[in-house]
C-alpha cells in the first residue's frame, strides 16, 4: 500500500535545483518523523534526510549543505529542497514514515 505521494522530481542540469514534495495518501501522519531515502541503479537505499520534532534534521554527509529538509504542518508535507545537484544525485526518491512508503520519483542530474 502506498502511503505518501511524492512529486517535483525530473530533469535538472548539474549545479541545478529542485524541491521535491511529500504528502499522506490517507492515514494522518505528523510531520515529524517523516524522511526521503534515495536509490540509484545497483545501489542500495539510502537515507537523505529526516526531519524531527525535536533537534537537528538529520542529513546524509553527500548531501549535507546542498539538501534542506521542511515541513509544512498545516499542508502536513514535507520538502526536500535540492540546491547544487551533481550526476550523482542521480536516484529515485521515496519518502518514508513509520514504515510507510511512497511509489518513488525520479531525480536525473545530467547535462
Known amino acids: 500500500q502506498v502511503e505518501f505521494v511524492e512529486s517535483g522530481g525530473g530533469l535538472v542540469q548539474p549545479g541545478g535545483s529542485l524541491r521535491l514534495s511529500c504528502v499522506p495518501t490517507s492515514r494522518v501522519f505528523s510531520i515529524y518523523g517523516r524522511g526521503w531515502y534515495r536509490q540509484a541503479p545497483g545501489k542500495q537505499r539510502e537515507l537523505v534526510a529526516r526531519i524531527y520534532s525535536i533537534g537537528s534534521p538529520y542529513y546524509a554527509e553527500s548531501v549535507k549543505g546542498r539538501f534542506t529538509i521542511s515541513g509544512d504542518n498545516a499542508k502536513n508535507t514535507v520538502y526536500l529542497q535540492m540546491n547544487s545537484l551533481k550526476p550523482e544525485d542521480t536516484a529515485v526518491y521515496y519518502c518514508?514514515?513509520?514504515?510507510?512508503w511512497g511509489q518513488g520519483i525520479q531525480v536525473t542530474v545530467s547535462s
Open positions: 518514508e514514515q513509520d514504515d510507510g
